[in-house]
């Protein structure tokens, strides 16, 4: 039997939500005929556990944010010769940081809210890493920008400040290695009108559609543009980003996240199986892209 170390936990701001990936990920492996350990990073001792396991097939890796999705814990397995699922320790990396992520966009042409000083209301405050939507705030008028500058500053020093742009917003997950398939798109639409932390993990939070409720000439570009970000930042096994389409049509690409969520609520998950792709196949799947790194 195929041995597959599930990493779940962490001790990053998204542990709680890891955890919860983990469970998940591990369960459908388990019913698909892998032997699974669930081992968490953050608990004294884990080089050692992790080296103890002998033969291991493929690491699952399901840590959100910090050092499991920022190309640490890659670079870890790199070193002790062990496939992983995901990217690199370069995608990882530049995904991760979203100032850096977003000059490599605009380098190439592909679209971006652009960035605006603190003066130019509405905006958007993010920290330049971190995930889930901590630490992000919509700021409509100047007396909400001190709070929102506090907020992002728990979670990282640099700070983003994009035009807010209105619109309607989905979600679009890339699968595969070499020739990566674009899978259907979600329009997000979130109870409170925000996609806060809340809206993502809280079922019934926020509503789901597949298709989105938009033209498709305008899904089909803003997904070719996600396809493009992945390739460009040189992800491998998955990804999956968010792009708000204006009322013209026009994408902007908000992100790129290399591990995305496996909740009950989780949108690549969902996307997948909206083309035939249950849970457990698809994380059969990841597992064997990891193994395809060789």
């Known amino acids: 039997m195929k041995k597959v170390v599930v990493l779940a936990g962490g001790d990053s701001s998204e542990r709680e939500v890891s955890l919860q ?31 103890k396991i002998k033969n291991v097939y493929a690491v699952f890796i399901a840590l959100h944010g910090g050092k499991g999705e920022d190309g640490t814990i890659q670079g870890f397995l790199e070193t002790i010769g062990l496939f992983y699922t995901g990217s690199g320790i370069m995608a990882s990396g530049l995904a991760m940081d979203k100032i850096l992520s977003k000059n490599i966009f605009i380098s190439a042409g592909l679209p971006v809210p652009p960035a605006c ?9 993010k920290p330049a890493r971190g995930g889930s939507t901590l630490g992000i705030s919509i700021v409509k008028k100047k007396a909400g920008l001190a709070a929102a500058l506090n907020l992002a500053r728990k979670y990282d020093a640099r700070i983003l400040t994009e035009k807010f742009i209105a619109g ?35 079922p019934g939070a926020s509503r789901h559609l597949i298709p989105p409720e938009l033209p498709q000439k305008w899904v089909s570009r803003a997904s070719e543009v996600v396809l493009a970000a992945h390739r460009l930042l040189g992800c491998r096994g998955l990804s999956r980003s968010e792009v708000i389409i204006d009322q013209k049509g026009n994408p902007y690409l ?22 035939g792709i249950s849970f457990g196949e698809l994380t059969r799947q990841l597992v064997e892209l990891a193994r395809a790194k060789e």
């Open 254 to 275: 908000l992100d790129v996240n290399t591990i995305p969520g496996f909740t009950a609520t989780s949108l690549f998950p969902e996307a997948a199986a909206a083309v």
């Open 21 to 51: 990936s983990g469970t998940g990920v591990a369960r459908a492996l388990k019913e698909a005929g892998f032997a699974v350990t669930i081992l968490d990073p953050a608990e004294p001792g884990f080089p050692g556990k992790l080296l």
């Open 117 to 125: 000083s603190s003066r130019d209301f509405p905006l958007v405050v």
């Open 168 to 202: 309607t917003e989905i979600t679009v997950g890339i699968l595969g290695n070499e020739n990566p398939r674009i899978l259907p798109a979600i329009q997000i639409v979130p109870a409170s009108g925000f996609y806060d932390y809340r809206a993502k993990y809280v």
